[in-house]
């Protein structure tokens, strides 16, 4: 994502994945930016279906790296539903902001 042609960031919303039997966790993930934007703000879900969010995470306002991770805990391993990843990424520079989303390949999974 860019502002104008400054300020830019890469970042990745990363496939949901068995953490443990009963669980499941999903990511999103800033990399390379240059120039840095001024702030950044990352938040992540884990979608269930087309459109249900069922986890959610922000990193809130700071600098622009590392990773936001979170976990859902499953409720059955009945049952196998279709899950992705959306991250939404903000940017600041100089006053001026941009935002960008982006979706994982989705992935069936037993956890309902």
């Not at 994502?1 to 999903?26: H, V, W």
């Not at 269930?48 to 859902?72: D, F, M, R």
Request: aromatic share 8%; charged share 20%.
């Amino acid at each position: 994502m860019k502002i104008n042609d400054f300020a830019t960031c890469e970042f990745t919303a990363e496939t949901p994945g068995y953490l443990t039997s009963d669980k499941i966790a999903a990511s999103g993930k800033i990399g390379a930016c240059g120039p840095v934007p001024d702030k950044c703000r990352l938040q992540t879900a884990i979608m269930l279906g087309p459109v249900s969010t069922i986890a959610h995470k922000g990193t809130g306002w700071g600098q622009c790296k590392g990773n936001n991770k979170l976990v859902y805990n499953c409720a059955d391993k009945m049952h196998k539903c279709t899950f992705y990843t959306e991250s939404v990424m903000q940017i600041e520079w100089r006053g001026q902001y941009a935002s960008k989303i982006l979706h994982s390949p989705s992935v069936e999974l037993f956890c309902g």
